[in-house]
């Protein structure tokens, strides 16, 4: 989610949401008020400090230190934003301000990363969903097509997946009703954490 | 590592080594200038940015925001440091200044997650090791004592660790040689990264 400059420098780039850091908050505090006063954004499934960004001149004519953070939303939420304010996806950025395209690049590779080894795919998805959904947004977030069986089976083995016992109605052609799932937790994990680390008790 | 505060505020404690951001550095450069200046390390096996500390009352008197840094030295290296300067276990920190038994406990905690989804064991052991030393090194950062067959055969299978082909004597009480293994990379890598989610080829 970036918004268009309207003014000197980098005047009509596109720019990530953020700003000055107050004297009574936080890095985590202040950034989401700034989400919510600047794009309405209020609700994320998940935050986290992505790095700091301290290049000496990534921002023109005076020194500013920027701590990013990597903030994600369920698919099935479209937050309502300012006129000045789009969803781009991350593989057709227009031209960004500063080094935001890099920041934006480096927030798509920590989500890559931890699609391998956490259960992150709770703050992209719905509550529920059908393991074709989900393959969806996976494949989406990785850049290429995940076999859903294989989807299924590994989440579900590390204990980050499960039925809700539910289905969607069958489509028109027929079939067997697919079936919904959900996350067992919605709190970022390791998944199986040292298990394989641990002497046989 | 910690170095003990000769001055106000919080005389007597024991610090993180670190300082000022120069106008002409970016973090990573300046932490580190700051070890090689104030407690003369200069060779650092891995270094990754940690977190930033920003609460607003952290330092008394004054606004001051943290980036915090992970660096880890190879077991067997022992650095010469300044006499105020003390290597001090984790689980037995002396009083610290500030916020600092906080990060380092969130060091020690991010190094534990990535024992489990990286080879960043590399970046504590020495060129080459037995299994028992590797096996000692993954027991003291984890916390608990890891079964070596296990140890092996994980990071083995995971492409992380591969025989040297040489052993060491055998001991005075014979017994085959132990045999010498080294890690595969000493460039940080999540291990298995993705293999789970591609579609089988």
Redesign the interface.
Known sequence: MLWQRAREPDVHRWSLPGGR?A?????ETSIRRQLAEKVDVHKLSHVE?L??F???HRVPDR?V?A?AFLGLVPSDVDPEVPADTRWHPVEALPPTAFDHEQIVLAARDRL??K???TNIGFALAPAEFTVSELRGI?SAA?G????PT??QR?LTRRGALEPTGRTLPAGPAGGRPPALFRFTSRDLQ?T???A?????S
């Open positions: 850091l004297a009574t908050e936080d890095v400090q790095s700091v301290s290049a000496p020194r230190v701590t890559r990363a699609l391998s080894y996976y990785l290429y097509q995940v076999a294989n989807l590994v390791v199986d954490p040292f394989v680390f641990r002497p046989p």
